[in-house]
């Protein structure tokens, strides 16, 4: 039976998470690291390592805490609340999801324990340039070179490159759709280049230029040719936090336009008594609770190895980002002109609203997963 009430513990997670967030990430930090190069706050990551929550989904054998996807959206709902600039979600989800899903005993060993802790940071290096989401975007060829491989290519929108002590690069081996691999290369290679991006959202992004760069056969995670399914597997996990995020953000937005909307006298009432703007918060309070049902669900499929879970996991993540996107756009208008000024809050979030949108596959590719999922299950 589906139960999305929180547990005791998942409500004890929200609060440690709310509590550190609040004392090493508040609203100046967040705006302090706009475009940073490094792009987190080390006392915030440390502490999150301490706490065991970096490693909070990966496996308990590697140092994790072998949690499920729901506490994994306790975690991100706070992350998307606080606005937190952390490198959480491409080290330990996708790159340690990646690893503790098909890397080597050596690698495994190597670094999910460090990645865990917060002492390593790893990152995707996937979407290159006219690229899109799927595998035929992935051109960044991996030539056989000895008993290794031979790696050239550019890839962008990498986040927090920079800090990161490996890049998990997709590298096409094949002509085949799927023929697609992953290798681990140090950004310190001479034969790598970073040259730091910037985004709508000032997060921490870099290109990444790879001009024949030499790995070992022993740097591949998983056997040949089975690089692009582990990825797909991961992003799956990936998206329902992103979703999450977006949710904890979209309802933080929402609470702040609320009190503005309380706080703000406009003849000789405030503006939530005005009809037009309470029914614009009544529509946003409405959708973004239905977005946070849809992504617990999500989470729970996920967790209870539902068969539909793969779908919610796209449906979630389409739909908590457009209402992130929404529900922002409508507390601009809420603000008027002054909500696109940096001296208020209500523009970081409406600036990574669309970033998030964009971003870990955009509305177009989720429509196309849901509409094959939809398409499937119809009789021919």
Request: glycine content about 10%.
């Amino acid at each position: 039976m589906l139960d999305l009430e929180f547990t005791p513990e998942q409500q004890m997670l929200r609060d440690t998470v709310r509590g550190v967030c609040t004392t090493y990430a508040p609203p100046q930090v967040v705006r302090a690291l706009e475009d940073d190069p490094v792009g987190y706050p080390p006392e915030l990551w440390k502490q999150l390592g301490q706490l065991d929550i970096i490693g909070l989904l990966l496996p308990e054998e590697h140092g994790g805490a072998g949690m499920s996807l729901v506490e994994g959206v306790v975690l991100y709902e706070e992350l998307g609340r606080a606005l937190v600039p952390v490198p959480h979600l491409v080290s330990a989800v996708l790159c340690g999801g990646t690893l503790a899903r098909a890397g080597s005993a050596e690698l495994t060993e190597r670094w999910l324990p460090a990645v865990c802790s917060g002492e390593t940071i790893l990152t995707p290096a996937w979407l290159e340039p006219e690229g899109g989401f799927g595998p035929a975007g992935v051109q960044l060829r991996a030539v056989p070179h000895g008993e290794g491989f031979r790696l050239r290519g550019t890839k962008r929108h990498v986040a927090f490159a920079a800090a990161a002590s490996r890049l998990l690069v997709l590298a096409r081996t094949g002509d085949g759709d799927a023929d697609v691999d992953l290798f681990l290369v140090d950004p310190s290679d001479p034969a790598v280049r970073l040259t730091q991006q910037m985004s709508l959202a000032s997060d921490t992004q870099y290109q990444v230029e790879l001009d024949d760069v030499v790995v070992s056969a022993e740097q591949r995670v998983g056997s040949a040719g089975s690089g692009w399914a582990t990825w797909d597997a991961a992003m799956h996990d990936a998206i329902v936090l992103v979703a999450a995020q977006a949710m904890g953000g979209a309802g933080q937005a929402l609470d702040i336009t609320v009190q503005y909307a309380k706080d703000r006298q406009q003849f000789d009432k405030p503006l939530g008594a005005f009809q037009a703007i309470a029914h614009y918060l009544a529509d946003a309070v409405t959708t973004v609770d239905g977005g946070t049902s849809l992504v617990h669900e999500a989470a729970w499929a996920a967790s209870a190895g539902r068969p539909e879970a793969r779908r919610l996991a796209a449906m979630a993540k389409l739909f908590a980002c457009q209402t992130y996107r929404d529900v922002t756009a409508m507390a601009q208008q809420v603000f008027g002109g002054i909500g696109f000024t940096v001296e208020f809050d209500i523009q970081l979030y409406f600036r990574r609203a669309k970033v998030l949108q964009l971003s870990w596959w955009d509305t177009r590719y989720l429509e196309e997963l849901v509409a094959t999922a939809v398409l499937d299950q119809l009789p021919a």
